[in-house]
């Protein structure tokens, strides 16, 4: 979305920030309390220092990337329509994928994420999430090619097409889980404030995560222990409601923790963590936003999930959520949870466990440009993705 000031020409999950020139000017804040009391992992565990190194560049706006199990390539998504492979640290010329045709690409909308099937070494299938010529959103699948280097444009099929009522919070993320079923992260459908309540609204798809069987059905059915199945005043896709633009979420395979960083309006921005398998919660939007009540100053708590970690716009404009670092080059960050800020592009980190966060660090690595995603590769390393169109990996310092 156009915004003010450094952020006037790039792609930002929209905060509506009024005064983002100041916020920029003055978002330089730490990362908060290292090393809290009964930290699950000993201080001197953690590096002192991390570092990033580039892994590829000249992308054009990268939003998001995957890679499928076992593979030792990274696929990046563009946001104008194409999905590129970095293979052997070289960016190959030839797209995997180029759909720029089907794409309405600029500010918050375009080619936004793809997931690779559990079972893709055997079955080809890969799903994208895009925004189509007429604004709204779709979800489809296609096929590889007999070229392991090619997906088919010409296998599309559609999984689920949702109306966009305006041209911002689009989420546009989703993930295979654990359990095998795809995870949909919506935003509330745009403007400012959710004006059509649609992250209240259980009959909406819009401010949800929702999921959904893509092995059974056609093209997919509604697993039965989806929380709302069999109401008639409920989508039964609905796993979780009350988001505003859920801008990147992650499932740590470990711990089996689902982690969600929720764009905020004006103030505040969040990260959600639950265990994967409670159904139904709240995220509060637009009650709340993050832990503060939204617009009057006065609401009802009751019933709603608030976030394990929030922080204000005098510290950055629009989350960028990030993954569990799984990865095996640094071991002292294994199980730390890595996000980033949009307009300030700090890189913090924070351990989640037993409904504690601890260890919140803030890293200096070093100039990031403006982030707008996060990665892992099939070896849980992870990366960092930038409005400037370099790929970053973290790696250990020195």
Same mark, same amino acid.
């Given at each position: ?36 009391? =009964? ?36 696929? *990046? ?36 994420? *793809? ?12 799903? $994208?999430?895009?925004? +189509?010529?007429?604004?709204?959103? @779709?979800?489809?699948?296609?096929? $590889? ?48 404030? +959710? ?58 395979? $470990?711990?089996? $923790? ?5 764009? =905020? ?91 504690? *966060?601890?260890?919140? @660090? ?37």
């Amino acid at each position: 979305m156009p915004g003010k000031s450094s952020c006037s020409s790039a792609f930002r999950p929209e905060a509506d920030t009024a005064a983002l020139l100041a916020v920029l000017l003055g978002a330089t804040g730490c990362g908060g309390n290292p090393g809290d009391p =009964g930290d699950p992992v000993p201080r001197d565990s953690l590096p002192a220092t991390i570092a990033v190194e580039i892994v590829a560049g000249g992308l054009s706006s990268p939003l998001y990337l995957t890679a499928p199990s076992n593979d030792p390539r990274l696929f *990046v998504v563009e946001q104008p329509g194409r999905i590129r492979i970095v293979e052997n640290g070289q960016l190959r010329t030839a797209p995997f994928m180029d759909i720029t045709g089907r794409v309405l690409d600029g500010g918050e909308r375009g080619l936004l994420s *793809v997931a690779f099937h559990p079972n893709y070494a055997a079955n080809g299938f890969f799903y $994208v999430n895009y925004t +189509d010529n007429a604004g709204d959103t @779709r979800v489809e699948r296609y096929r $590889v090619s007999a070229d392991p280097y090619r997906g088919d444009t010409t296998t599309a099929m559609l999984v689920l097409a949702i109306d966009q009522p305006f041209a911002n919070h689009n989420g546009g993320h989703q993930v295979f889980g654990p359990d095998g079923m795809l995870w949909i992260g919506t935003g509330d459908g745009g403007s400012g404030g +959710d004006p059509q309540r649609n992250g209240q609204n259980l009959n909406a798809l819009l401010g949800k995560m929702l999921r959904i069987n893509v092995d059974a059905g056609s093209p997919y059915s509604i697993p039965p222990d989806n929380p709302f199945v069999g109401r008639t005043d409920a989508r039964g896709e609905v796993w979780a409601l009350g988001l505003r633009n859920p801008w990147r979420f992650a499932f740590d395979r $470990v711990d089996d $923790v689902l982690y969600i960083a929720d764009v =905020g309006q004006n103030q505040w921005e969040e990260v959600d963590a639950v265990s994967r398998t409670t159904a139904g919660v709240n995220y509060g939007w637009n009650v709340m936003e993050a832990s503060q009540c939204f617009g009057s100053g006065m609401c009802n708590r009751t019933g709603l999930t608030l976030p394990v970690v929030e922080y204000g716009h005098s510290d950055g404009c629009s989350i960028t959520g990030g993954v569990v670092y799984r990865g095996q080059r640094i071991p002292g960050l294994v199980g730390h949870y890595f996000y980033s800020d949009y307009c300030s592009g700090w890189l913090r980190s924070f351990r989640y466990q037993a409904g504690q *966060v601890s260890d919140r @660090r803030e890293w200096s690595v070093g100039p990031l440009g403006q982030v707008q995603s996060f990665g892992e590769d099939a070896a849980g390393e992870l990366y960092i993705l930038s409005r400037n169109g370099n790929v970053y990996r973290l790696v250990p310092a020195g």
